[in-house]
């Protein structure tokens, strides 16, 4: 089979992604330096990063929220979405020989879910952990997978 594109210009494109991923990691590794978790997370643009895992009998969602607690969250199932809600306040303070700074601000992100069709809100169960946020979602009865049994005829 003949080549389409010739070796020399393969190789230019490949160098040339490298460099893009080079300079787009160097880029976030520098807009992340001196920043705390909770301002991290409020650079998030959709907010936290969560794990979705549609099992058989149940949906779990998974969510990354680095410096918050269980207090500072909200969870809520409404139509066939799951949606989380967080909000810290932030404070930082700093004193010297020769001057006091002291800097406010609130933290917060809303992230919507889309889930299947059946979910068993009533006996959801949620479990927080040192900025993980597990949800368990269980499906309705009638929800839940069925296995057919394939007969060879």
């Known amino acids: 089979m003949a080549q389409i594109i010739p070796e020399p210009v393969k190789r230019s494109i490949s160098r040339l992604r490298e460099d893009i991923h080079s300079m787009l990691d160097r880029w976030r ?3 992340n330096d001196g920043a705390t978790d909770g301002q991290q997370l409020s650079n ?3 907010g936290p990063p969560v794990d979705f895992e549609d099992k058989d009998d149940e949906v779990v969602v998974v969510a990354e929220i680095p410096g918050f607690d269980e207090n500072d969250v909200q969870i809520e ?3 066939n979405r799951l949606i989380l809600r967080g909000q810290k306040n932030l404070e930082n303070e700093e004193r010297g ?3 006091y700074r002291l800097e406010r601000g609130v933290t917060e992100f809303t992230r919507v879910i889309p889930l299947p069709p059946g979910i068993d809100a009533d006996n959801a169960r949620a479990k927080f952990k040192n900025g993980l ?3 368990v979602l269980p499906k309705a009865e009638d929800a839940k997978a069925k296995r057919i049994e394939v007969r060879a005829t």
């Open 29 to 31: 590794r520098r807009r």
């Open 97 to 99: 020989s020769n001057y």
């Open 133 to 135: 946020l597990r949800v």
């Open 44 to 46: 998030m643009a959709f």
């Open 77 to 79: 199932v409404m139509d």
